[in-house]
Nanobody
């Protein structure tokens, strides 16, 4: 059974930083691409970042240069380092692998 568990979300002031973590089980983690998505209130879920099994990364334009996705294949963790946070980054952030999703972690950025 695949399980993805996010953590690290909280209230932070604009300009601040947060690091989200996602622990994975039930998948061949080191061979699996991982992604982060987010859903703001009243909006559709949107893709944020992706990291391949080999460590190649891609980002949505809205977060490029501010967010960094990384992975630890030994610990089976994927991270999202978020810097220079803006109020528009407020959302529930989800970890995803193929068609599997975590429960999400709330990030709120105050102005």
């Amino acid at each position: 059974q695949v399980q993805l568990v996010e953590s690290g979300g909280r209230l932070v002031q604009a300009g601040g930083s947060l690091r989200l973590s996602c622990g994975a089980s039930g998948i061949m983690f080191s061979f699996t691409a991982m992604g982060w998505y987010r859903q703001a209130p009243g909006k559709q879920r949107e893709w944020v970042a992706r990291i391949t099994s080999s460590g190649s990364t891609t980002y949505a334009d809205s977060v490029k240069g501010r967010f960094t996705i990384s992975r630890d294949n030994i610990k089976k963790l994927v991270y999202l380092q978020m810097n220079s946070l803006k109020p528009e980054d407020t959302a529930v952030y989800y970890c995803a692998s193929n068609s599997n999703w975590g429960q999400g972690t709330q990030v709120t950025v105050s102005s």
